[in-house]
């Protein structure tokens, strides 16, 4: 069960490169010696022309509620002209690799007919995470025989072995075709996984995490957390029509178990929490990540809107 802590930080519409949103925020805590001295939550905001660029606020890590650092100016921005991320750069995933951060990151580019076409991007940081830089201009994964349309939102975990060498697994949004409804083209999405030795080289088989079903025609975000030798991942996941505005369709969040992190079961009636009756976040909860932080497990999700209303977080009991 979670209890529900409210909305932290909501953009004030202030600074050109953030006039809307703190979308798919991601907990990254930053350390003096051996305690978390902040914790530094990276987002997706954009601009007069709804490109994403990638910014943080920072809270206090023993009031989650308290805003102490709002950053004002993006960490990564939008691409070059004709790249796959020339229309925006969202966060995905964060990790710290030595004195490196390394972000996967979702890139925009528009589409005539689908609307948008997403890829994986990375990018590295060597300023403790102030700015990033693309490690290639080109994605990591993109569209392919496996996945048909885009790839996005990438969840990243890493094993270092004594011998040296590391395995990677991500999972990962794939979107499979586009269905026109209501006038408008909607995504259809589900989660796959891929395995990978640096971090870069991603082997992908088609290998399905979780799958549509008679609902469930979008799954956003997985975030995956390894607990007790058991993987378990939360995500929202939506049906395809009217999700914008129809609560019984839009997004909640999801959950479920894998012992090898390749095939899992679906257990959304654990997931532990749900919209709320009103406010911010009555309509839809998407976006989920979630930290394991001074002995308590923590959950930073989106609300309405998609992250218009700003992002929040609740406490797992």
């Avoid at 505005?245 to 999801?254: E, K, M, N, P, V």
């Amino acid at each position: 069960m979670w209890i529900k802590k409210g909305v932290v930080y909501k953009t004030d519409g202030s600074k050109p490169f953030s006039r809307t949103h703190a979308q798919v925020p991601f907990a990254f805590p930053i350390y003096q010696g051996d305690s978390v001295e902040r914790l530094r939550v990276y987002f997706a905001t954009r601009d007069e022309n709804r490109s994403s660029s990638t910014s943080f606020v920072e809270l206090d890590p023993n009031d989650l509620n308290n805003v102490i650092y709002v950053h004002d100016q993006p960490c990564l921005t939008k691409g070059a002209i004709g790249m796959f991320d020339e229309t925006g750069a969202m966060p995905s995933w964060f990790l710290q690799r030595g004195d490196e951060i390394w972000l996967y990151y979702t890139g925009w580019n528009k589409s005539e007919t689908a609307w948008y076409r997403l890829g994986i991007g990375l990018a590295v940081s060597r300023d403790g995470g102030l700015t990033f830089e693309r490690v290639h201009d080109g994605p990591l994964l993109d569209r392919s025989i496996y996945d048909q349309v885009w790839v996005a939102q990438p969840c990243v975990l890493v094993e270092d072995k004594p011998d040296g060498t590391s395995h990677w697994q991500m999972w990962y949004l794939s979107c499979t075709k586009i269905e026109v409804i209501n006038g408008h083209p909607e995504p259809f999405y589900n989660v796959k996984y891929a395995e990978s030795e640096d971090g870069i080289h991603w082997n992908r088989t088609g290998t399905v995490a979780i799958d549509y079903d008679e609902f469930t025609d979008a799954i956003g975000r997985p975030a995956v957390i390894k607990e007790d030798g058991l993987y378990k991942m939360y995500y929202s996941y939506r049906n395809a029509t009217n999700f914008r505005t129809d609560t019984a369709q839009s997004y909640r969040i999801g959950y479920a178990e894998s012992t090898d992190g390749i095939k899992w079961e679906r257990k959304d009636d654990l997931a532990g929490i749900d919209r709320s009756e009103d406010g911010w976040d009555s309509l839809m909860m998407d976006y989920a990540h979630v930290i394991q932080l001074n002995g308590k497990t923590y959950m930073f999700y989106n609300g309405n809107g998609f992250g218009a209303s700003g992002f929040g977080y609740a406490e797992k009991q």
